[in-house]
């Protein structure tokens, strides 16, 4: 079946610390990928998308993803987080155009 | 424009009862849908639109029934309330399809008793 997995389910980190996401989908065809993000209290909202082309795309906040395709891979990055950073990210595939379908989310905690 | 508006944003049932959660967008987006959320289960699909008229199953559809009559409403029916329906609700739009920018509501938190 098609999915979209996300191993890490919470994540602690210090203002200041990388971080890096992970983000796995399984899908042979054409693939385009996002990651949403859901700050408290407010609905989901894009942070960035994977079409085609350059395969290291950058979002909004400072965020960036790479794909692999070697890998099944659009692990989301930043170099340095923030406290408003704290949130839920979500990664997401379609499977055609029809059906969007979500990984179970990184809840991420950054300790000021 | 308002975007993606939903009502109410909050509701506590019997198991049972009925009731509609109401989705409306402004900005003539073709496609839309409904997902549930729940902890530790992210975002799941339930009921999806790729226009007036034409609606589809996603991956958790009982239980709920939808209709597109036209292409600003997509209204959610819940025919008999069952606790396993205690979620968050959310609607999206994009302008054609699941492979577009999803604009998501603020949602709405049921609590079925």
């Known amino acids: 079946a098609q999915s979209v997995s996300q191993h890490n389910h919470h994540v602690i980190l210090s203002e200041a610390a990388s971080l890096e996401l992970g983000c796995n989908y399984s899908?042979?065809?054409?693939?385009?990928l996002f990651w949403y993000v859901q700050y408290p209290g407010q609905h989901l909202q894009l942070l960035l998308k994977?079409?085609?082309?350059?395969?290291l795309v950058k979002g909004i906040k400072g965020f960036e993803a790479e794909f692999i395709k070697s890998k099944f891979s659009f692990n989301l990055r930043k170099p340095s987080v923030q406290w408003s950073d704290t949130a839920e990210y979500f990664c997401?595939?379609?499977?055609?155009?029809?059906?969007?379908?979500f990984g179970t989310g990184t809840r991420l905690t950054i300790i000021p | 424009n308002a975007g993606v508006t939903q009502t109410p944003k909050f509701q506590v049932l019997k198991t049972g009862q009925s009731m509609t959660l109401q989705c409306a967008q402004d900005m003539n987006h073709e496609y839309m849908s409904w997902y549930r959320q729940d902890p530790g289960m992210g975002l799941r699909l339930i009921h999806y639109?790729?226009?007036?008229?034409?609606?589809d199953q996603g991956e958790v559809p009982n239980g709920y029934n939808v209709s597109r009559s036209t292409t600003e409403d997509f209204p959610l029916r819940l025919l008999s309330a069952a606790p396993s329906q205690t979620s968050v609700y959310f609607c999206?739009?994009?302008?054609?399809?699941?492979?577009?920018?999803?604009?998501f509501g603020p949602g709405t938190r049921l609590t079925v008793t």
């Open positions: 997401a595939a379609p499977f055609g155009n029809e059906k969007l379908t």
């Open positions: 994977y079409f085609s082309g350059d395969p």
């Open positions: 899908y042979g065809g054409t693939v385009n």
């Open positions: 639109s790729v226009g007036a008229g034409i609606t």
């Open positions: 999206a739009s994009s302008l054609q399809g699941a492979s577009y920018e999803q604009y």
